[in-house]
């Protein structure tokens, strides 16, 4: 039982290049989110999506784009990346009410150099 | 608009002492609570929650909260802590409207010495 599984879980990128971070869930969720964790920051919401084929915006998400194109999988872009995008990145998803809490990965470390 | 407020960003204890973690929030609707804890290097877990009900609430490896609505908290114990509860440990917040929004604490470290 695989749960959420974050790829890659590392990665260095140079300034300007763009990557893809893939974020799958066997548990058939609903609601999948991307947050990013930064020291002293606590987790703050990138981007959400609530179903297949939906994505909204979170409370930080520029310079980031993200589809859901398949009920499982929720991909986060990095269209030219930036410095201030080093962090550690955070997949989860949930059944639907939030009464049952959210399923995380594992997390991808970004290093923007 | 709903905050979390997590009053300690680490808490030192010795082995099999009592600890509790503490967590304010501010919500201007009925909540869920919720604490996470992330070991080292890993995402981060449910430990426990409080949607309604008893205001006692127990989660997994011995942890329990309580959920006081006049002082507005949620206080994270556990009488007795072992070196393996070393971790970050995550309050968050809920009003359950919406897409479910949860806005989380900054976390607070505990670490326990042997």
């Not at chain 1, 974050?6 to 609903?30: I, W, Y």
């Not at chain 1, 499982?72 to 930036?82: D, K, P």
């Not at chain 2, 309580?66 to 114990?77: A, G, P, V």
Request: charge should be neutral; charged fraction near 15%.
């Amino acid at each position: 039982n695989a749960g959420v599984t974050q790829t890659p879980k590392f990665r260095v990128l140079k300034t300007g290049q763009s990557m893809t971070l893939l974020c799958a869930q066997d548990m058939n969720h609903e609601y999948m989110y991307w947050y990013r964790q930064d020291p002293g920051m606590g987790l703050r919401l990138i981007h959400y999506s609530v179903g297949e084929g939906t994505t909204a915006k979170g409370e930080v998400p520029d310079g980031y784009n993200v589809s859901r194109l398949k009920k499982q999988n929720f991909l986060l872009g990095l269209e030219s990346a930036a410095p201030s995008q080093t962090s550690v990145y955070f997949c989860a998803s949930s059944y639907g009410s939030q009464s049952y809490g959210y399923t995380f990965g594992s997390g991808t470390r970004l290093t923007v150099v | 608009a709903q905050s979390v407020t997590q009053l300690d960003s680490q808490v030192p204890v010795f082995e099999e002492a009592p600890v509790e973690l503490r967590c304010n929030y501010s919500s201007s609707v009925s909540v869920y609570l919720f604490w996470y804890v992330q070991y080292p290097n890993q995402g981060l877990q449910l430990l426990l929650k409080y949607l309604s009900g008893s205001t006692l609430v127990k989660g997994i490896n011995g942890f329990e909260a309580e959920f006081n609505k006049s002082q507005t908290s949620f206080h994270l114990r556990k009488p007795s802590v072992h070196i393996s509860d070393t971790a970050e440990y995550f309050c968050a917040v809920s009003d359950g409207g919406g897409y479910q929004k949860v806005t989380f604490g900054i976390g607070t470290k505990l670490q326990v010495i042997p």
